[in-house]
């Protein structure tokens, strides 16, 4: 699998596990506040989640501007390539 597929896959299932909802709600253009039911609390957990598992950091602007699976795949395969 490439690399972003295996992206993909962790971060479903980090917002899976984190917002409770089955991983086939999860597409890679639902809004994780207005599709998937995230609220500002949620949102930090899933921006956490995502540094630790990717070993990465998103600041609080960048963190704003992720609102869906595929902005969060962009974001992190970015920040892995710049590490």
Known sequence: ??????????????????????????????KFADDLGADSLDTIELVMAMEERFGIAINDQDAENIENLEDAVEFIELAIKNK
């Open 1 to 30: 699998m490439s690399e972003t597929i295996d992206i993909l896959m962790e971060v479903k299932n980090i917002v899976a596990e984190k917002l409770g909802v089955n991983i086939s709600k999860i597409t890679p253009q639902a």
